[in-house]
């Protein structure tokens, strides 16, 4: 701090000690004379700082979370030929878009007493449009094929790779979020959760050769669910101030 700020400081702290009578006038005086000093020599900041600290943290971890699938997954082989076809730009497009949405969110939850609920609705629309194309799919499957369609050959694994694959992104945000002053540490943290988990879905459809909507509606949605709770159960621990 300047000298001048701490001269100041001095000065008016020692009035204060000084006041004989607590006459509520003086006392009026000296507040504002010490908000003064301590507000003399404050220079705004000129940029906001959080929104790139979060653009750092996501884009980090998403980064780490496609490179994460491809060393332990392995991208699929024919990654060239089906990235021209419908059902794979779903699956990058259904997550990407939930994910966008829940940091916008994130970004409204980190501040003091931040209310997300008019950008949380936003989430219904991605998925609501992909569960309406899902039932749309399934009318038109014989019932001796829907299990199949739904299940596909790895629904067993699908959602816990995908958190898996979440996790890098998932600690990018808490990093990013932890510099600043949340109060609903549980919902932040799940929203963190959503948008690390829209990550690790996309990077995981790199690997994913599953290519029905139903399939994508319910596997990958459980999979960023997932991750969302990791984040809620993390948030009331890594996110206190």
């Known amino acids: 701090m300047p000298p001048t700020f701490l001269t100041r400081l001095s000065s008016v702290l020692t009035s204060v000690l000084r006041a004989e009578a607590p006459r509520p006038a003086r006392y009026r005086v000296a507040t504002a004379d010490l908000i003064d000093a301590l507000a003399a020599d404050l220079t705004p900041c000129s940029v906001p700082i959080f929104p790139k600290r979060l653009a750092l943290g996501f884009g980090l971890g998403a980064a780490a979370s496609t490179v994460l699938v491809g060393v332990v997954l392995g991208y699929r082989p024919d990654l060239a030929t089906s990235s021209a076809t419908g059902p794979f730009w779903a699956k990058l497009v259904y997550p990407i878009t939930l994910s966008a949405l829940a940091v916008w969110c994130v970004e409204r939850l980190s501040q003091p007493d931040g209310d997300d609920r008019r950008r949380r609705r936003w989430l219904i629309a991605p998925i609501l449009v992909v569960a309406v194309a899902a039932c749309w799919r399934l009318s038109q499957t014989p019932a001796s094929r829907m299990g199949a369609v739904v299940m596909g050959a790895s629904a067993d694994s699908c959602p816990w ?25 549980t919902a932040t943290g799940a929203m963190i959760g959503v948008a690390a988990g829209g990550v690790g879905a996309a990077a995981y459809a790199l690997h994913c050769t599953e290519s029905s ?5 319910v596997w990958y949605t459980v999979g960023i669910g997932a991750a969302a709770l990791i984040g809620g159960v993390l948030g009331h621990r890594l996110l206190r101030w």
Not at 167 to 185: E, I, K
């Open 213 to 217: 909507l139903p399939f994508l509606a």
């Open 161 to 185: 790779l995908i958190a898996l694959a979440a996790l890098p992104t998932l600690v990018g945000l808490f990093w990013a979020v932890s510099a600043q002053a949340p109060t609903r540490l």
